[in-house]
């Protein structure tokens, strides 16, 4: 199986330069997992005192080393840490081959870093039902230790990647207490994306000092602003990991911190649009505002009926502002909705109001709003104060090429 070359049109122009997280190495290796010619394993080694929080699928068919993850998640803090990530191979539902694969894979790490096996997190991701060659991975552990680096963030990235087009990383510094904290991370989605949990693999680093609990309470909380407003396809994966690591190196505790906990939430919406921007045969990168809900959670019920419509997402691949399919997706969501008291915009453009289309409105503006790239739909239900925002993208027949073919 090869990997996805035709790069997403709605890529960022390159990977950004994130800096380096003091506390944390990276390393990668090509083992031959699935794919030829590229790299396929990542390998994160974290030091002593690193907090470790993680969110995950809520699949009933959750994989092997999801369940491995959530079993260790909690733990005490005071050993170092280590994160194997590969990808062309999701490790689910295999069975108990599945669970060998997770201890094979976590003992070989343990033994070639000295990191704890009940600090050792593992994730797989790729074809569902075949299993993992975790010997290729073990054969190559000694590799990737002696590869050990502060500044292979980027070539991690570049790793995990499955049908990504692109590599996708994000950061930012902000100042607490006099002192300087670092924010990096990077991600991997492109397809079977929608929120239940993230979707996908994510990976976030932190030199700040914060107890794990604190910091678990703090992703899930952001968890569910960012990464559980996107939808691609609205498949939810067996395999959705998000780990947040605090190595603490920076000594700049931010407990209770707003301005650390914005700043997390600006790393988590730039890697989460950046899933959404490289959906598997994507063109438009589209933002759901509905307001005038009777309550937030109303509202987000709207915005992911829309978002998660086919025929919407079809008639924004078209171009065609069929403002009529905005509607029923509203009228399907099962959230409270007033037919006389909606309106829909395309972005500036007010397209209906009062159960009926706008007096001002005309076909031919709307028509070229929905030739651009990046696209809003709003919606004010009438109602009440619930608002809600949600991030997806456009429904062409590349989606149709990319998964038809993704086995072969």
Not at 143 to 162: F, G, P, Q
Not at 257 to 275: G, I, K, N, R, Y
Not at 308 to 325: C, F, H, M, Q, Y
Not at 336 to 347: E, N, P, T
Request: aromatic fraction near 6%; include cysteine.
């Amino acid at each position: 199986m090869a990997a996805i070359t035709k790069v997403s049109p709605l890529a960022p122009a390159g990977f950004p330069e994130l800096p380096s997280i003091d506390g944390v190495r990276f390393a990668t290796v090509e083992a031959g997992v699935r794919y030829r010619g590229r790299t396929d394993v990542m390998l994160a080694v974290l030091d002593p005192g690193t907090s470790i929080a993680g969110v995950f699928t809520r699949s009933a068919t959750r994989a092997a080393p999801v369940l491995d993850c959530q079993e260790k998640i909690g733990g005490a803090n005071d050993k170092p840490a280590a994160i194997l990530v590969n990808s062309g191979n999701a490790n689910a539902f295999t069975g108990q081959y599945g669970q060998t694969s997770v201890t094979e894979l976590t003992q070989a790490v343990a033994k070639a870093t000295g990191v704890p096996i009940e600090r050792v997190f593992t994730s797989s991701t790729g074809v569902i039902g075949e299993p993992l060659p975790h010997d290729r991975i073990v054969s190559k552990l000694e590799a990737l230790k002696s590869r050990l680096s502060r500044h292979a963030i980027e070539d991690a990235a570049r790793a995990i990647m499955t049908t990504d087009t692109f590599p996708k990383g994000a950061s930012t510094k902000v100042e607490i207490g006099g002192k300087t904290v670092s924010i990096a991370g990077i991600a991997k989605g492109s397809g079977m994306i929608a929120p239940d949990m993230a979707t996908m693999l994510v990976y976030i680093f932190t030199d700040a000092v914060v107890k794990q609990s604190e910091l678990q309470s703090l992703l899930s909380t952001q968890t569910d602003r960012t990464f559980n407003c996107i939808t691609v396809d609205s498949d939810t994966s067996t395999s959705d990991t998000l780990l947040l690591c605090a190595t603490g190196a920076s000594g700049a505790d931010v407990t209770g911190s707003a301005e650390f906990a914005q700043a997390l939430e600006t790393v988590m919406l730039d890697l989460a649009q950046q899933v959404v921007r490289d959906g598997e045969g994507a063109t438009k990168f589209v933002e759901v505002r509905v307001t005038g809900a009777v309550s937030d959670g109303d509202a987000k019920v709207h915005g992911s009926a829309i978002a998660n419509s086919p025929l919407v997402k079809t008639a924004i691949a078209g171009e065609d502002p069929n403002w009529g399919r905005v509607v029923m997706a509203i009228g399907k969501s099962g959230a409270a909705a007033d037919r006389d008291k909606l309106s829909i915009s395309f972005g500036d453009i007010l397209v209906a109001e009062n159960g009926w289309v706008s007096p001002g409105y005309r076909e031919e503006d709307a028509a070229d709003y929905m030739k651009g790239q990046d696209l809003v739909i709003a919606v004010d239900l009438g109602l009440g104060d619930g608002a809600s925002t949600v991030w997806t993208c456009d429904l062409t027949h590349g989606y149709i090429e990319i998964n038809a073919d993704y086995r072969s």
